[in-house]
């Protein structure tokens, strides 16, 4: 039988797009106002991502010493099966399947997100219906699902147009988050009184505040896992 090996297609540019383009999603930039800020106040949630950030940077170190070890595909089911084996590998593999199906529907609703914020209710007209007080439209869901497709057909049969989009679209994010920080540093009044409180008020104690916020980290940065 011929032995298949893997062929190299990504730069080192790539593969850090690909990185930033997975870990900073929507979230990044909802979840601090509608989660973060009310769980643990705009200190709170500053330390609080430090400590993950940290706890991330020590899951990639170690990621990084798998890949020297067993230098093929990787990923985590490929790691766990061959240092603990297949039964280990196969109940790993089950909780990184149930962390992407506990998230894929917000990335499927990111584009609807960004048309929403842009242009308003454009996309809200034809059949629909109420799932808890929330409405639903038909056209949205298929909006949705043929993006997700697209792009699944995309990253299969044409990685080095995947690899080179998402390079593009990373950059352009990076562009706009360091033009959005470089306006709000320059048009901010008042200094460090405007972010009182430092903490939220919600009668919890500012370790626990922070903990929350380091708790949920590991859901921000899920995509450290491509």
Known sequence: MEEKTLTKYLTPLSVLALSFGSAVGGGAFIAPGTTELP????????????FGAIAIMFIGWN?????????????????????????????ISWFALLTYVALIW?????LLLLIEKIFGDSLHFGFKYQVLGDTVYLNEIL??????????????YRKK??????????????????ITVY????SHEGGIETFKPFFAENNRSIAFQIFNIV????????GIES
């Open 39 to 50: 769980l643990a106040g705009p200190v709170g949630a500053a330390i609080g991502l430090s």
């Open 161 to 178: 147009f995947a690899v080179n989009l998402n390079t593009i679209l990373s950059i352009i994010l990076l562009i706009g988050i360091v």
């Open 215 to 222: 708790a949920i980290t590991p859901w921000a940065l899920v």
């Open 143 to 156: 909006i949705s699902s043929i993006t997700v497709i697209l792009l699944a057909i995309i990253c299969v």
């Open 106 to 110: 917000a990335n499927a609703s990111g």
């Open 183 to 186: 306006f709000v540093m320059n």
């Open 63 to 91: 990621y990084l010493s798998l890949m020297r070890k067993f230098p093929d595909s990787g990923g985590t089911f490929s790691y766990v099966k061959k240092i603990f084996g297949y039964d280990h590998g196969f109940l």
